[in-house]
C-alpha cells in the first residue's frame, strides 16, 4: 500500500512522547484523534484508500524516529459507536 496522505510527523511525534511522558502506550486510534481532533472508523472502506489506515502505516513506517515497536490489535469503539480495531503501539526502551 503506497501512502498517500500528508502528516505532519513532527507534530505525530511530539503527540507520542505526551503520550511516553503520561506512562500510556497509545493506540492508533487515540494517536489519530489527538493529531485530528476525533476518530471515526472508515467502516467498509478498503485499506488502502482509509485514511486511519494509512495513517498507522506512517506510524509503522517511523517507528524508530517515534520510539515505538511491536503493536498488538485491540477492539475499540470509534467516536459514532462503530466497533473496529486499532493497534497498540510499545515503547521501544
Known amino acids: 500500500m503506497k501512502t498517500s496522505i500528508a502528516v505532519d510527523l513532527e507534530a505525530v511525534s511530539k503527540i507520542i ?3 511516553k511522558s503520561a506512562g500510556h502506550s497509545p493506540l492508533t486510534s487515540e494517536v489519530i484523534k489527538a ?3 476525533h476518530f471515526v472508523s472508515n467502516t467498509g472502506v478498503l485499506g488502502h484508500l ?3 489506515a494509512q495513517f498507522g502505516k506512517i506510524l509503522s ?3 524508530e ?3 515505538i515497536t511491536n ?3 485491540e477492539p475499540v469503539t470509534d467516536e459514532l459507536g462503530n466497533v473496529t480495531t ?3 503501539w510499545k515503547f521501544a526502551d
Open 17 to 19: 512522547a505526551d503520550f
Open 35 to 37: 493529531y485530528m481532533g
Open 50 to 52: 482509509s485514511w486511519n
Open 61 to 63: 513506517e517511523n517507528r
Open 65 to 67: 524516529t517515534f520510539g
Open 71 to 73: 503493536p498488538t490489535e
Open 86 to 88: 486499532s493497534k497498540r
